[in-house]
Structures are given as C-alpha cells and as structure tokens.
C-alpha cells in the first residue's frame, strides 16, 4: 500500500509526489490526462500572476518567490525528458502601467522585494510602439509542456507508481481514504491528496466540500519567430505576448468562466491575432503555428485552497489555483506536504484553509 495517493498529475499533483518522495514516502499517483488535460500543459508559463500588485498578501506568499523556487527545480530536473536550463526564460517581464497604476506597481515591488524599474516599451524593444510601463528584470517564464515530461520521468526514477485513470470517487476512513477508479480498482492510503484541476469539485462535494470552484477555459496561439525578435514578456490589459528560447512567441489567452470544453474556437483565435497584434504588428502577417484551450481550476477568490478536507482525517486538497497555479504550484506543493507530513507548514493553514471560516 502506497504512504501517500494523488489525484491528479498536474504541476501541483506532480510537485507534491515529488516532495513526499524526498521525504521517503511511497505515493502513487491516479492522472487521467487524456480524459481531463492539465491546465499545466495548457498554461503559458509566465512566473508572475498578471499586474501581482493586485492579488492579496495570500496569493503573493505562494508567487514572490516562483521565480527562484523554478531556477532550483530546473536546475534539479535538467536533462530529464530532454528539460534543457533555457527552457527556463529568463526574459523578463514588461507590464503596460501608466500614473497610479504604475505607482501601485512600485510599491508592491518594494515591499515584496521585488526588482522593478519604471519603464517605456521602446526603451527594451525599439521595434515596438511606445508605451509606458514596468519591468521586472527577474521574472521569465517556464516551457511548461517540457516541465511536467521531465517532472514524470523524474517521479518514475524516484519510484512513484503511475496510474492511469479517473477516480471517481474518494471514500474516507478512519485514517485516509480509499480511491474508487473508472476502471474499478479502489486504492487505499492513510494519506490522499486531491489535486485534480477544475474537475476536483465532481470529488469534493459528496465530502460536504462547498467553496467556490468552477472551471475557467483559456485559449492560446503559438507563432514562430526568430529567437530575440520579442525580447521580454510583454502585458497588457488585452493579453500578453511570452517569448520561449527557441524562438516561439505564445499569445495568450482568453477567458471564459464557467466552460469545460477544450475546443479551441474561432473566437478565440480572431481576439487573440488582433491582441497579438496590437502588441507586435508584424504578427498581423504570420499565421499561428498552433492554437490551443486548456481549463483552469477557477476560484471564486483570488487565491487557492489548501488543506484538509474538514470531517476527514488525512484526505487533502489543493484547488483553485485558477490563473496562478504554474507560479505558485513549488510553493503550494511545499505547504501541503508539511501539512500532510505533520510539519509546522511555512505558511498560515488558516488562510488556505478549506473549512467553513475561510472566505
Ligand atoms: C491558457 C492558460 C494560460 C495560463 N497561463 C498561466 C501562466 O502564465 N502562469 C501561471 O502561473 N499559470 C497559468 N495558468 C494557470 C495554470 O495553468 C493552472 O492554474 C495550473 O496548471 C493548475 O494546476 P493543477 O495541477 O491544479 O491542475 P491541472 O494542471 O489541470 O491538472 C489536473 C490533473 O488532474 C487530472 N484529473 C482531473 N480529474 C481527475 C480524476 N477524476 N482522476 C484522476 N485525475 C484527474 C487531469 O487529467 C490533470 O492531469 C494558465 C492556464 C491556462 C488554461
């Protein structure tokens, strides 16, 4: 019998195999990527949650640190699946932020520690047209797709056991729960994680679980440029333009709250040519190479649940990572694991907590 089950192989799913089995513990992990795809393959990768000065000091104790927290886990899992160390971007983030939004930005940065610089465009990017913003120098963007290969090829040598399926039912115990599969197999462990994305609410509301959870579909384009020729993210209240390394520029993304489907849509396509645009004109004249939808895990509130299941002993979640679950994904996973491990967690439980008192 595994120490720890998962439910769910997205980067939050992944990253807590990975700790437990730094800690020793024997986890099996249930995915059903071809039924339910991650939103972590689908996610654009950028190592910051759009315009951070927004979000509440919650969000930001899982997000400050994303970048360095990824140089570390890279540095870890390079050669894995072919995971190179620019596959990390080191590009840079401009946001397009004029009077007190931009001041809103400046403080944020300082008190998070954050560098930061007030910046025009053009300064960066002659090519582009002029507009006012910031820069934060240290936040790049992961190639995400490439990550989670490396992360499951490093969990297979690290002995988790990988099972390929959709639980569809958690049935707790004295101590745990026992995992009811598609297929029919019912997995039992003292410790259970429910990391499943926007399709966790299915298994957490026969658990009496009622927090604000829905899913939130996001579209992308991929083009293909000469590396260099976007030299930095770029956001903008329409969207952002992520450079990758090699040359591939995502323009994302779309949001529509309340949609399950992964169609990619003409809509969708059209909004995003005309934003990628707006931003890089040449792109009116370039094709996508691809274009994509994934489901976030949304949240009523801006930032996720984690925590025990209340009335369980041993069965946990980690839901509603919604728009920030790639940057917060190494910090949430660290948090549950201390909780699930009974360590003093690094973190307040009671801000992410699932009970009834947390709003
Ligand atoms: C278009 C788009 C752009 C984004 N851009 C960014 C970004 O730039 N930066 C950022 O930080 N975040 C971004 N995000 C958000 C980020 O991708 C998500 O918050 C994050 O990936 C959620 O991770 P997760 O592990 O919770 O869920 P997921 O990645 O969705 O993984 C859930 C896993 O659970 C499995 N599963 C589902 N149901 C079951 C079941 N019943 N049994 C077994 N397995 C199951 C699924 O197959 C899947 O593998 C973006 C998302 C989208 C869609």
Redesign the pocket.
Known sequence: MADVLI????????LSALSHTDRGRRVTL?????????????????????FAWRYPDAMNRL?AD?PARYRELVSRLAGYAGLRHDDLCDSGLWVEATGAERESALDWARDWRQRCEPRALADAWPAAEDRDGVWFPEVG?IR?PRLLKALRARLADQGVRRVE????AVEPEGRGATVV??GGERLAAPSVLI??????P??LAPLGVSVPLFP?????LLYRLAPGQVPSIVLTENG?L?PRADGAVLA????KEGDASTEPTEEGRRRLEAMAASILPALADLPPEHH??????GCGRDW?YLGEVPGTHGVFA????????????PASAEFLVQLMNGETPFLDPADYSLGPSSS
């Open positions: 439910i769910g192989g997205g980067i939050v799913g992944l249930v995915d059903a990527p071809a039924s339910h795809p991650p939103a972590s393959w689908a996610g654009g990768g950028i190592l910051a949650p759009l997000t994303g963007n995400n399926d959709r639980a569809v599969l598609a990391s499943a994305g926007a399709w966790s299915s298994l939130a579909k996001g579209e992308m952002y992520i994302g993304s779309t949001l994509w939808a994934g489901v976030r895990p996720p980690a839901v509603g990572h919604h728009r920030n679950g790639l940057v917060s994904a």
